[in-house]
């Protein structure tokens, strides 16, 4: 049986893991900060229930004063979350799993909602949701984080490792308090893409359609320093406008030519057929590629591919016009990727069941606007409170952050050691590279496994040295 257990446990595995994980020590001022950083993360990969940081206690089987330490880490001075992100972003390109276009990586991004019923929770406001699907209420009272992945994969299997997912909304009062700007989220979503873009170099960021604004290219313009393009989608009634006539000699010089809608081309414009391989099947493409002028008062030039595929019309837009009508058509199709990650963060490691709450926070009242809420918020004026609320929602950011550090190392895992994993019963393969949950189910089977065959990693005497220790009840054989 032991021999058994010893074999079952892939070294290679848990030696990339702890490999990750200890690169992140110089993210903490002292080693205890450190040590819970290592069990929240390792917990979050293997625990089978779904209620926080009580889950992880019972999991990996720590002390009860594990869980107190646990709740205060995440409020700590000892670290802070971007310097965490920067660690995680370079775990990612150390791992050699990033995909490139070219000589750039390859990013999406979007916005996730994520109800939440605290009435002394800050953040939590009346948010729309847009879903198709009939069950969900048109509105919830939630977060709203903002998501950023980077393209990873080979050609069995492609993910968006998430490298940050943090709140976006509903702060506005809280960022003051900080010293930061009350910005909208589609402005946070490219600035946080574009500290990302510093550390990783030239990127193509893939967003949807909301995204498509003047904030945004001007946002663009001024953070991503030509280090970032975008490749997005356009609304069916966008209007752009063709390039200014040349100038006459009297008044300004113009600068932009006559309005035209694009979605009127698809009747005008004569088209070109190609195939192309689009989530996962080949599929013919008609296309057609024009570079016109927008943006009211911005006028910045912008590449606009309409396409046909399959009857369904869509115009996607590209702000590099370097780039090949069909390559975008293609890029695009990843950008679904991040919606993936973002239901495994629900689903197999929880990453929104936090319940951090500050008493000091104003109650949500459910039958007041968000407007009025937030006036409330900004009635507090003591810096002392104003400090509690703050380190509630670095609470909430870094709690997301984490999770998404452990789905990150479940997809890495997945790609680098597909052959090691000793999957769950299944009906059909689907796939020659395991899901995060059949990785996550793997380490859950083997964690302990770990602990008794390879006790010189780091990971495993960091969990050790928070577990309960063993209790002799003196019945043990003598002999």
């Known amino acids: ?11 290679e595995m848990w030696k990339f893991v702890n490999k990750v994980l200890t690169g992140f020590r110089e993210c903490f001022k002292n080693e205890a900060a450190f040590g819970l950083f290592v069990v929240i993360v390792m917990g979050l990969m293997t625990h089978t229930d779904h209620l926080g940081v009580t889950s992880i206690v019972r999991e990996l089987s720590l002390s009860g004063a594990s869980y107190t330490a646990m709740v205060h880490f995440f409020r700590a001075k000892s670290w802070v979350v971007e310097k965490i992100t920067a660690a995680w972003i370079g775990a990612i390109k150390r791992s050699g799993c990033a995909i490139k276009e070219g000589e750039r990586h390859i990013m999406a991004a979007d916005g996730v909602k994520e109800g939440q019923e605290g009435k002394k929770m800050p953040g939590v406001k009346k948010l729309h949701q847009e879903s198709e699907n009939s069950s969900k209420g048109s509105y919830i009272f939630g977060h709203l984080f903002g998501g950023l992945g980077i393209l990873a994969g080979n050609a069995a299997k492609t993910y968006s490792v998430l490298i940050s997912c943090r709140l976006h909304d509903g ?15 589609v402005v946070k979503m490219i600035k946080d893409a574009a500290a990302a873009a510093r550390l990783i170099g030239d990127s193509i960021l893939l967003l949807d359609r909301l995204y498509l604004t003047v904030p945004m290219l001007k946002t663009l313009k001024s953070a991503g320093r030509g280090l970032l393009s975008v490749v997005t989608k356009a609304k069916s009634n966008a209007t752009a406008y063709l390039d200014p006539p040349p100038y006459k000699g009297r008044g300004a010089y113009p600068k932009r030519g006559k309005s035209v809608k694009v979605w009127d081309y698809f009747d005008t414009a ?11 099947k080949k599929e013919k493409v008609s296309y057609y590629s024009i570079d016109l002028l927008w943006g009211q008062k911005l006028y910045q030039k912008l590449r606009f591919v309409l396409t046909v595929i399959d009857g369904v019309k869509s115009v996607l837009v590209s702000t590099d016009l370097t780039i090949e009508p069909m390559r975008v058509v293609q890029l695009y199709c990843y950008r679904f990727r991040i919606e993936c990650s973002f239901r495994e963060l629900k689903q197999v ?4 069941a936090y319940r951090f709450w500050s008493k000091v926070m104003p109650k949500l009242n459910r039958y007041k606007s968000n407007a009025e809420n937030q006036t409330n918020l900004e009635n507090v004026t003591d810096p002392k ?17 984490l999770s998404c550090i452990a789905l990150g190392i479940l997809q890495l895992v997945s790609l680098l050691h597909p052959n090691e994993i000793v999957g769950r019963f299944m009906r059909t393969k689907s796939n020659a590279v395991p899901s995060e949950a059949t990785v996550a189910d793997h380490m859950r089977k083997n964690i302990f496994s770990l602990l008794l065959f390879f006790p010189n990693l780091d990971i495993t005497a960091i969990i050790k040295s928070r577990q309960n220790p063993p209790v002799d009840d003196g019945n043990r054989d003598s002999g």
Do not use: C, P
């Open 1 to 11: 049986m032991i021999a058994y257990l010893r074999r079952s446990v892939n070294r």
């Open 385 to 401: 409170k104003q400090q509690l609320i703050i380190s509630t929602v670095n609470a909430i950011n870094g709690y997301v952050q």
């Open 270 to 280: 004569k088209f070109q057929t190609d195939e192309a391989v689009m989530y996962g």
């Open 171 to 185: 702060i506005s009062a809280i960022s003051k308090w900080a010293g930061e700007k009350d910005e909208s989220h």
């Open 349 to 352: 490691i929880a990453g929104f």
